[in-house]
């Protein structure tokens, strides 16, 4: 099973135990995928600490050998700085933000979708995403409470949030709609 599908069955499970809050007949079933959830929750969080060092390792050794303000490359999913940012919300297209952290794991299995969004030819967006620990401000500025969190803006403008993971087809609906 893909990151894409996992993440999809567990928002439907999500779902799921949210439309049936009062059916207390289901109280046994209910309690099991709230342990799936919270064990999934702690698997994947595991997984992103221990992938964080060399990810990080990865990240630094990226930025001494390049330009760290490299510029935005189309149909892929960029990470940006602040002064980066601000110059593409001042555009027409509109911008998807990921606001993200390595420690996360529902942020790591997001990479998927959002590369494979990206590269989608029907969608006309700017996908780009914030580390929330190198850039503190930016969340604090885009009032982010939780990671992963999605923002969609168009001109500067919020028009969309979004918090936690979704799959290829929820972020695309998140997008269209």
């Not at 760290?68 to 919300?89: F, T, Y």
Request: aromatic residues 6%; hydrophobic residues 40%; contains cysteine.
């Amino acid at each position: 099973m893909n990151s894409n599908s996992l993440i999809q069955r567990l928002n439907q499970l999500e779902e799921w135990l949210e439309k049936t809050k009062s059916k207390h007949h289901l109280l046994p079933l209910r309690m099991g995928g709230y342990l799936l959830l919270i064990l999934v929750l702690m698997i994947s969080n595991f997984l992103a600490v221990v992938r964080w060092p060399l990810a990080s390792l990865k990240r630094k050794f990226a930025e001494r050998s390049g330009n760290p303000e490299r510029s935005i490359l189309p149909n892929a999913v960029n990470e940006i700085a602040p002064k980066q940012l601000d110059h593409i919300l001042q555009g027409t297209k509109p911008v998807l933000i990921d606001f993200w952290a390595e420690w996360c794991g529902p942020c790591i299995m997001m990479n998927k979708p959002l590369k494979k969004l990206a590269e989608s030819e029907n969608i006309d967006c700017t996908i780009v995403k914030v580390n929330t620990v190198q850039h503190q401000e930016l969340a604090t500025q885009y009032n982010v409470k939780g990671l992963p969190t999605l923002l969609l803006m168009k001109e500067g403008e919020e028009i969309k949030r979004s918090a936690g993971a979704l799959s290829y087809q929820e972020l695309k609906k998140f997008i269209t709609q």
